[in-house]
């Protein structure tokens, strides 16, 4: 397991969700959560979070399948991590209503003992200065994917750059790259990203899919299309985990295993966002979700000549 | 020439732009300038539009091209077509300072004789009643494409909606897309419009490339990406002429010929927003547009498996 398994740390929440298509109060959210149903399609994932003594048995079983390892969850005196918030009529934006850290306040990610040989990591959008913690602790990983959010860009900006030196693939937004570089142009924003450590710069656009910069040059994916959108929320950690579990499944980031776990991660993702929260991450079948990914093949090769 | 040409109406213009990248004063323009430029690359091309006594011989002779009929382009009193528009900094967003219809406003597409034969159509966008004169100045055409805008869904549904439903190929955008179904969900758009009569919908959606309903299903092309774009203006009006000037060419509309038509079109709208005006599409020569298109094929392909 050590050689194929990923490792995820990042948050674990109870979000209370209202869309167009319905709404959910204190249902199991947070990057960890997506991540980790995600990644697990593929390989063995190690869950390093931490949630409050109010975490309900229930959503400990919906993270507790086969291939995930929870007992990296530490369990904190108080409430769990909480958010609230509100999507627009299209879905394109959304409105935080309300934001509780609670115990996710605190955290340190504590990796245990039989954690630290992980080869392959998620550091999903926390602290840049925890995600270097992880980092430390991990003793010579071949995969360290990252994500971030606008609000650390701003903020540790000196903290961020020196973690995304040892970053093999950077996962972020078109606002957040041209954040970070100052650049216009969302290509020059990749190739800057690239100069900052990243090899592999993953461009997330919601529903117009992943612009991808390797060593190889362009790779552009679109999203898959969904008619009946639910709810957007974790579909950026639900795509990182179908792509950062494809890959570490494949076991190298050569351009064909990348272009393939972009692939999954999109076809997993319109999985995702057709249910509420994680409900249709973990119902979606392997048939289904292998019957997507050459339905995204299809759907967007043609014959040049 | 009668078979594999095609037809395209629309208005010639002149362009008064300001981007972030420079600016011109009244350049040559117009949708069927930026079409039959594009077109002519792949079959012969007629115009019919209109121009005022101001017209200048340099603009004319930019458009007489080995494969540009302009004999159909009409001469009337008055001036040209006048349009003047300013960019955002991401050039995303555009603001129209000045409209002056002059010689348009009293168009009337009288197609001469000789072209009553054409194949292949383009009708730009121009009111729908004027799309369906041209119409039925034609004997049998086998491509009849159509674009529109949002004035003339709002102002004028009925006459747009009887001319769709002669109408093979319809380009458009996304917003247009919602506000002539209704549609939130940009799927359910593009197959309402169907219902409406183009067997073929392409949705326009800028930097992010297109997403085409064709019998088959859905075919995603992402934008060529552009590095130092100079002038977003006339870009959907390129793509068209590429996809559909190619089209012509292949003389059927079978999916991997709609496809490769998409392809074409995306590679020369591409080399059209690296200059202002019309003068990346003057200049573009053959084997550049074919490495573009070869480009594109390299970039979005991936082996499921």
Do not use: C
Not at 68 to 83: L, Y
Not at 103 to 124: I, M, W
Request: hydrophobic share 40%; no cysteine; charged share 25%.
């Amino acid at each position: 397991m050590s050689g194929s398994g990923i490792l995820v740390v990042g948050s674990i929440a109870l979000d209370t969700i209202r869309t167009p298509a319905g709404s959910r109060v204190s249902a199991l959210g947070g990057s960890a959560s997506y991540f980790a149903l995600a990644a697990s399609r593929y390989v063995p994932v190690r869950v390093v979070a931490v949630v409050g003594d109010d975490f309900q048995q229930s959503h400990r079983d919906t993270l507790s399948r086969e291939r995930i390892d929870t007992s990296g969850i530490q369990v904190a005196d108080g409430k769990t991590f909480r958010w609230e918030g509100v999507y627009s009529e299209d879905m394109n934006e959304r409105t935080t209503i309300a934001t509780e850290l609670n115990v996710f306040d605190q955290f340190h990610p504590v990796l245990p003992e039989g954690y630290r040989n992980s080869k392959a990591v998620f550091l999903a959008n926390i602290d840049p200065l925890l995600q270097e913690e992880v980092l430390d602790q991990l003793s010579d990983p071949w995969l360290v994917a990252l994500d971030t959010m606008n609000y650390w860009i701003s903020n540790r900006p000196a903290d961020l750059l020196r973690v995304l030196r040892r970053v093999h693939i950077f996962l972020v937004n078109d606002a957040e790259a041209r954040q970070l570089t100052g650049a216009d142009n969302i290509l020059k924003a990749a190739e800057g990203i690239r100069m900052m450590g990243p090899s592999i710069v993953v461009i997330k656009r919601g529903e117009y899919g992943a612009l991808t910069r390797t060593e190889r040059g362009w790779f552009q994916m679109p999203a898959y299309p969904v008619e009946a959108l639910k709810d957007p929320t974790g579909a950026g950690d639900t795509f990182a985990g179908g792509m950062l579990g494809r890959l570490a499944l494949e076991g190298n980031l050569d351009e064909k295993a990348v272009r393939r776990g972009i692939a999954h991660g999109t076809a997993i993702a319109s999985f995702a966002v057709e249910e509420f929260g994680v409900e249709g991450l973990t119902r979606v079948r392997e048939g289904e979700l292998h019957a997507r990914v050459r339905a995204l093949h299809e759907m967007t090769r043609f014959d040049p000549e």
